[in-house]
């Protein structure tokens, strides 16, 4: 089922560049619920932090982010380009989880938030959150949505490439074959949420990536070693935390781990949520039942959902 907004919010949305560091900037899209947005009404904020590679960035998630503020969950949703994607400020060289975290907490202060932060992450958004929340006193609970702490379960014929050095050769030659093949624009994702099928999806970032400046290549590269690089996998291992940790996952995610009992013991506040037969790519083609799973786990915890 795909993911459908009601139209009982409106929202005001500010779009900006912002300088986080020298030389480092995050291009940006806040969104605030209309009461919000007026100062009658004071809510929750999260940070939603979108996945790893293949040119994607925060459009894809600006639906799920309307979503949740209709849904009563939060009130404003913060959604950057990570480094090396979107327009945010091309790589030059790898990244790590931890670097990614920084550069989330660099765009906090920037925007000079001082209250307490939910940060979410979608795929390798996931474990930026965690990494985040183990260096900013803001983020006070974490989600992972198709998402957990490390990549070690990366199955078929993707783990295979995967841990043989593989993926990033045909990576290589797919940039190669397409980048720029199409008049460039910034890919705008939101739609990806009214496809129906794995072949609709998988256009859909074809497309992109032939309205994606060549120029971009070097970039690109960088932040696909950076996702497939066997050190850079997940959280690191001193980090231990008593926060609310929410997962939803299907339960035949081919990428991320969907069992987190090895984790028990350094975050004993983590809950999951299980959508049953769904792949990595149902947060996308089946959202809508993901994030239905969230609003369970908030349940869960006694929060007032609209």
Known sequence: MS??????????EELEHYRIAEGIQLYTRTVTGIKAASKKEKGKTAIYIHGGGSG?????????????IEQGLFNKVILPDRRGEGLSTPLKEKLTLKDHAKDMKGLLDTLGVAEKVTAIGISYGGP???????????????ILMASSPSLKEVKGLQGFLYRHGLLEKITESFYKKNLGKLPMEYPDFEGVY??????????????AMKKTDPAQMESLMLQNASTL?????GIGNAFT??????????????IWETDLKDYQDRFPNIKSFHIPGEKHKGVILNAAP???????????EGRACS
């Open 229 to 233: 690089d066997k050190e850079n996998n």
């Open 241 to 254: 935390s008593d926060l609310p940790i929410y997962q939803v996952i299907g339960t035949r995610d081919e």
């Open 194 to 207: 009214d496809l129906r099928s794995n072949r609709e999806l998988t256009k859909y970032f074809m497309d």
């Open 290 to 300: 993901f994030y239905e799973g969230l609003k369970t786990i908030y349940n869960w």
């Open 56 to 68: 994607g960035n925060h459009t894809m998630l600006l639906r799920p982010g309307k979503w949740l």
């Open 3 to 12: 993911l459908k907004l009601s139209g009982s919010v409106k929202f005001y």
């Open 128 to 142: 930026i959150a965690l990494e985040l929340a183990a260096m900013d006193e803001r983020i006070d609970e974490v």
